[in-house]
T-cell receptor
Framework: AQSVSQHNHHVILSEAASLELGCNYSYGGTVNLFWYVQYPGQHLQLLLKYFSGDPLVKGIKGFEAEFIKSKFSFNLRKPSVQWSDTAEYFCAVRDQTGANNLFFGTGTRLTVIP | GAGVSQSPSNKVTEKGKDVELRCDPISGHTALYWYRQSLGQGLEFLIYFQGNSAPDKSGLPSDRFSAERTGGSVSTLTIQRTQQEDSAVYLC???????????FGPGTRLTVL
């Protein structure tokens, strides 16, 4: 079965610092990749997704992610974080074979200090 | 400890039939969510249970969809008279506190023929 690893459980940054959150998955076939965000007191929402094409994906609020197939990775980045980016971030992977289910990582809590 | 479990993992049904999807949250978690992800789409919120409060049903797409949570634990999502557009992965999540960090189940893949 697919597994998704987010090695950073809690990241604390000051405003204007650069952000990179790691995401690695285990399945080697064709995958769809997602990053979701949950702001405090809100439900999950989609930040960005990769299905095919350009491996550098731009999302909302200045976020981007790069799909590196050889490394089974889909890391999330933002050049300069803001206090309002404080949230929980989830990486998710769906493989295109078998059950086609969606697998979530355990999440990374980001705290941005003003 | 046990995580969130969902059953069945896969369900294939014919258009017009009713289906029930089950979610067992993590023991002690008071909040429970249902989401779905259709092919090519992001995650869509369906319904949210918190303790004994009235559920937030604002995400249910039609009156064919309903959900209940018995005894503050297990939840069942029911889809009546299924349509092909109901085909999706249905995810359940639970949280130990209201609108806190969510722990996701593996999902149920529903295919309506």
């Amino acid at each position: 079965a697919q597994s998704v690893s987010q090695h950073n459980h809690h990241v604390i940054l000051s405003e204007a610092a650069s952000l990179e959150l790691g995401c690695n998955y285990s399945y080697g076939g064709t995958v769809n990749l997602f990053w979701y965000v949950q702001y405090p007191g809100q439900h999950l929402q989609l930040l960005l997704k990769y299905f095919s094409g350009d491996p550098l994906v731009k999302g909302i609020k200045g976020f981007e992610a790069e799909f590196i197939k050889s490394k089974f990775s889909f890391n999330l980045r933002k050049p300069s974080v803001q206090w309002s980016d404080t949230a929980e971030y989830f990486c998710a992977v769906r493989d295109q074979t078998g059950a086609n289910n969606l697998f979530f990582g355990t999440g990374t809590r980001l705290t941005v200090i003003p | 400890g046990a995580g969130v479990s969902q059953s069945p993992s896969n369900k294939v049904t014919e258009k017009g039939k009713d289906v029930e999807l089950r979610c067992d949250p993590i023991s002690g978690h008071t909040a429970l969510y249902w989401y779905r992800q259709s092919l090519g789409q992001g995650l869509e919120f369906l319904i949210y249970f918190q303790g004994n409060s009235a559920p937030d049903k604002s995400g249910l797409p039609s009156d064919r969809f309903s959900a209940e949570r018995t005894g503050g634990s297990v939840s069942t999502l029911t889809i009546q008279r299924t349509q092909q557009e109901d085909s999706a992965v249905y995810l359940c999540a639970s949280s130990p506190i209201p609108l806190g960090r969510q722990f996701f189940g593996p999902g149920t893949r529903l295919t309506v023929l």
